[in-house]
């Protein structure tokens, strides 16, 4: 089965609006941790966000948080006032104590101006 | 700290060619992982490294793929030989001990074997 699921192969928003990139995960563990990493087109892989299985509070950076809803076990990402710059692909992953991170199959992002 | 450190960013050979990736983790990260990237199977895992030690090769897709850690600062990843199949891009990520913790991405090396 899929640990990490990622819906929408593709979104489209406007400059400066928000935008939710979904993101639903399947775990046993109790503890876990749930990441969201930003490939722009140069390729590179960038840490964005993390939010811990035990953390109350939905995680925040910058213009980035995570909609966490443990119970329905969703981590979706945020974006607010998006930029063109977060033109990118966006993957949600999941990692259970030390094993290693497991991936989504990605969301492209395209911001339009 | 310079991040992770992958060589070559670029690497085109030809079909039964050896290749070998190289990657210098985080000074003081514990873990290393190789993830291979492609359009059809997204982003998997091949092997990590727990003190240097392979903990877990199940993804390495077949034995012309090799992997070693010899120390904490230095691994590498083998093909031989190359095959068109394997042209992908190749991360290097490592992390600390700490439970569920980020891993750091080097800029991948884009492997196209012809």
């Known amino acids: 089965a899929q640990k990490i699921t990622q819906t929408q192969p593709g979104m489209f928003v406007q400059e400066k609006e928000a935008v939710t990139l979904d993101c639903t995960y399947d775990?046993?563990?109790?503890?876990?941790?749930l990441f969201w990493y930003k490939q722009p087109s140069s390729g590179e892989m960038i840490f964005l966000i993390y939010q811990g299985s035990y953390d109350e509070q939905n995680a925040t950076e910058g213009r980035y948080s995570l909609n966490f809803q443990k119970a329905r076990k969703s981590a979706n990402l945020v974006i607010s006032a998006s930029q063109l710059g977060d033109s990118a692909m966006y993957f949600c992953?999941?990692?259970?104590?030390?094993?290693?991170?497991?991936f989504g199959k990605g969301t492209r992002l395209s911001v339009i101006a | 700290d310079a991040g992770v450190i992958q060589s070559p960013r670029h690497e085109v050979t030809e079909m039964g060619q050896e290749v070998t990736l190289r990657c210098k983790p985080i000074s003081g990260h514990d873990y290393l992982f190789w993830y291979r990237q492609t359009m059809m199977r997204g982003l998997e895992l091949l092997i990590y490294f727990n003190n240097n030690v392979p903990i877990d090769d199940s993804g390495m897709p077949e034995d012309r793929f090799s992997a070693k850690m010899p120390n904490a600062s230095f691994s590498t990843l083998k093909i031989q030989p190359s095959e068109p199949r394997d042209s992908a891009v190749y991360f290097c990520?490592?992390?600390?001990?700490?439970?569920?913790?980020?891993?750091?991405f080097g800029q991948g090396t884009r492997l196209t074997v012809v």
């Open positions: 990520a490592s992390s600390s001990t700490v439970m569920n913790t980020e891993a750091f």
């Open positions: 992953a999941m990692r259970e104590g030390n094993t290693p991170l497991v």
């Open positions: 775990t046993s563990d109790q503890s876990y941790g």
